[in-house]
C-alpha cells in the first residue's frame, strides 16, 4: 500500500472500537493534536453496552464508579437513575459523553476492521476494512473489548432449527417478541442468568439448559435520587483515588483482618454483612484467602450453598442442579454472576431445568433440541448464551501481521502472551487495551483498568514522539517477564486450577493460561507507572 495514493486515509494515529476504552483514547490522541479517526463495526458506540441488549443486560459495577475520572465536571453532569444501570440507560450515557466531547465526528461507524499488516520499511501499519477501504496509520490502538468475540454455531445443525435462535451476545436492536412462546436458553452464566430472571414472567415455558451450576449474589439496585447522586459527586476526588489502589479497581477492597485472625463469630458477621450490601464485595471485598487456601474457599463456598439452598426451598433435584458442589469448584474462582431472583424463577410450573451433565446437547433438529437421552424438546425460540472467546478473541478476527508476516492468531493459537496487556513483541506501534494479562472482567472494574491503560498508552506515545522516535516496539525478554510474573502469581490460586472462561477452556483448542491479572489493580498500576517513571525500559524506541 502507497500512503500517498488518493484511495489510502493516512493518519498519525487509528483506534479500533468505540466502547468506554475506544471513546476515551480518541479522545486523549485528539488532545495530543494528532489526526486521529475511530473505526466501530456497530451503527453508534458503546462497545459491549452496544452489542448486548438482550433482556435484562446491565452492569455489576456501581454506576458511581462505572465511570470516567478525567473530568468532574462531565461525572457531575450524568445522574444514574439506580445503583446498576440496565444496558439501554448505560448506551445513553455513552452517547453522552461522545456528543459532550464532540467524538462521533470523528468515529466511523459500521466499519469491520479485516486486516492490519504493519510495514517494517516505514514504521506504520496498514489496515483494509471488510469493504475494502485502506487506512495508513503510524500508530494503532486497538479498544476491541475484552468480551466482544461472541461464541456462536457451537452445536450441530444449527441450521435446521425452524424457529428463531438469538445469540447475547449480538442481539438485534429491534423488539423480540418472546410472549407466550416456548423459549430454550442455553448458558446459566452472568449472561443467561440475566435473560433467564428477566423474561420469565412472559414467556409460555422456558426449559433451561444447565450445564455448570454457579455461585451467585443477589444485586441490591436502589434507586438514586438527586441527593444520593449529590452525595456521590461530592466523593469524586476521594473515589477517583481510590478505585486506583484496590485490588479489583472498586471502592471497597478486602478486610483488613485475616482470615485466621478472625473468630468464627467475626468471619460470620462479615459474609454477612457482604452478602447484604447486594454487590460484588463478597467475592473481592471479604478474605482474599478465598482465592488460594482451599480451606477458606470451601467455608465461603458453603455459607453461599446454604443461602441459595433456601431459596430454593430445598428442593433436591434443583439443589444438585444450579449449585456448585464440594467437588465442583470454589466460590470466586470462576465469574461471580449477580442476580434478581434467578433462583425463584427454577420453581415456576412453566420454567424446566434441564441436565446437560446427565444428557448433554446432541444437535438442533427442526422442532428444537436433541439430547443425548433421545429427547426432542420442542420449542419457538432458542436463546444462545454460551459466553465469548475473552481477551484473545475480538484481536484473534482480525488478521494482524507484524515483522516478518508473523500472524498474532496463529501465535496466540499456540501461546497467548503480552507486556502488561498493552503490547506484544514483534508487533511494534500496536497498542492493545482489555487484552490478555491485565486486570480485566470482572478482577479489574473495567472503566478504572481501561482509562489507566489508555493514559499509559497516550503517555508512552507522547513520550516516543518527543523524543523523535516513530516506533514503539516492547523487548522480548521485557514481555517474558511480564508473563512470567503473571503467570507465577496466577499459579499461587485456585482460578487455575478450575475450567473456566479465565481459563480459557470454553472455546476448544485455546492456550490453557488465566486470561486476567490476578495480582491486584494496585499493583499492576504500580508496575506501569514505575515503566513509565523509568522512561519505558524494555519498550525499544526507533
Known amino acids: ?38 473505526y466501530e463495526t456497530g451503527t453508534g458506540v458503546g462497545g459491549t453496552w452496544y452489542w448486548n441488549r438482550y433482556p435484562g443486560a446491565r452492569f455489576d459495577s456501581q454506576a458511581e464508579i462505572y465511570q470516567y475520572w478525567f473530568s468532574e465536571e462531565l461525572y457531575k453532569s450524568w445522574k444514574p437513575s439506580e445503583r446498576f444501570p440496565a444496558q439501554p440507560e448505560t448506551e445513553e450515557w455513552l452517547n453522552f459523553v461522545a456528543d459532550r466531547l464532540d467524538l462521533k465526528k470523528d468515529i466511523q461507524f459500521s466499519t469491520r476492521i479485516a486486516s492490519a499488516h504493519f510495514d517494517e520499511a ?18 494503532l490502538v486497538a479498544c476491541c473489548g ?29 423488539e423480540v417478541d418472546l410472549k407466550g412462546k416456548r423459549v430454550a436458553v442455553i448458558g446459566t452464566g452472568a449472561t443467561g442468568i440475566q435473560v433467564i430472571q428477566t423474561i420469565a414472567p412472559e414467556v409460555g415455558s422456558m426449559k433451561v439448559f444447565v450445564r455448570t451450576p454457579q455461585y451467585i449474589i443477589p444485586m441490591r439496585n436502589p434507586k438514586y435520587s438527586e441527593q444520593d447522586w449529590a452525595g456521590w459527586c461530592d466523593r469524586f476526588n476521594e473515589l477517583k483515588a481510590k478505585v486506583r489502589t484496590t485490588f479489583a479497581g472498586f471502592d471497597y477492597d478486602f478486610h483488613d483482618k485475616a482470615w485466621a485472625d ?22 473481592l471485598a471479604s478474605f482474599p484467602e478465598m ?47 449477580l442476580e434478581n431472583k434467578y433462583l425463584e424463577v427454577y420453581l415456576q410450573d412453566n420454567v424446566e431445568a434441564v441436565d446437560c451433565q446427565a444428557a448433554p446437547i446432541e444437535e438442533f433438529v427442526a422442532e428444537g433440541i436433541k439430547t443425548a437421552d433421545g429427547k426432542v424438546h420442542e420449542v419457538d425460540v432458542i436463546i444462545l448464551a454460551i459466553g465469548f472467546d475473552a481477551g484473545s478473541g475480538a484481536l484473534s478476527r482480525i488478521d494482524f501481521r507484524g515483522r516478518g508476516n508473523r500472524s498474532l492468531k496463529e501465535q496466540w493459537q499456540k501461546e497467548i502472551t503480552t507486556a502488561m496487556g498493552m503490547q506484544i513483541h514483534g508487533y511494534p506501534n500496536l497498542f492493545t487495551t482489555g487484552a490478555p494479562l491485565a486486570p480485566s472482567a470482572a478482577l479489574c472494574n473495567m472503566t478504572t483498568c481501561l482509562q489507566y491503560q489508555v493514559d499509559w498508552i497516550t503517555n508512552c506515545i507522547d513520550h516516543a514522539i518527543k523524543n523523535g522516535k516513530k516506533v514503539v516496539e516492547v ?30 477452556s470454553n472455546v476448544e483448542g485455546k492456550p490453557r493460561r488465566l486470561i486476567s491479572y490476578i495480582g491486584g489493580v494496585g499493583n499492576y498500576h504500580k508496575h506501569c507507572d514505575d515503566v513509565a517513571a523509568q522512561g519505558y525500559p524494555g519498550f525499544e524506541m526507533k
Not at 514504521?123 to 485502506?134: F, L
Not at 468475540?149 to 436492536?173: C, D, H, I, M, S
Open 122 to 139: 516505514t514504521g506504520r501499519w496498514n489496515v483494509t476494512t471488510d469493504a475494502g477501504e485502506k487506512i495508513n496509520c503510524q500508530f
Open 1 to 38: 500500500m502507497n500512503p500517498s495514493s488518493e484511495n489510502v486515509t493516512v493518519l498519525d494515529a487509528m483506534v479500533i472500537g468505540a466502547g468506554v476504552a475506544g471513546l476515551y483514547q480518541l479522545h486523549r490522541l485528539r488532545e495530543m493534536g494528532l489526526n486521529v479517526r475511530a
Open 291 to 337: 482465592f488460594v487456601d482451599e480451606g477458606v474457599s470451601e467455608e465461603i463456598s458453603e455459607f453461599v450453598r446454604g443461602k441459595m439452598r433456601s431459596r430454593l426451598g430445598n428442593d433436591e433435584r434443583l439443589c444438585d442442579l444450579l449449585i456448585p458442589g464440594k467437588d465442583d469448584y470454589g466460590f470466586g474462582t470462576h465469574r461471580v454472576p
Open 475 to 504: 523487548s522480548q525478554e521485557t514481555e517474558t517477564e511480564w508473563v512470567e510474573h503473571h503467570d507465577e502469581v496466577a499459579a499461587k490460586t485456585l482460578v487455575v486450577k478450575t475450567d473456566s472462561w479465565y481459563m480459557g
Open 262 to 283: 478472625c473468630t468464627p463469630e467475626e468471619r460470620q458477621a462479615l459474609l454477612e454483612d457482604r452478602w447484604e450490601n447486594g454487590s460484588l464485595a463478597l467475592w
Open 146 to 174: 475484552m468480551l466482544s468475540a461472541p461464541l456462536e454455531n457451537r452445536f450441530k445443525g444449527q441450521q435446521n432449527f425452524k424457529g428463531e435462535v438469538y445469540t447475547t451476545g449480538l442481539w438485534p436492536k429491534g
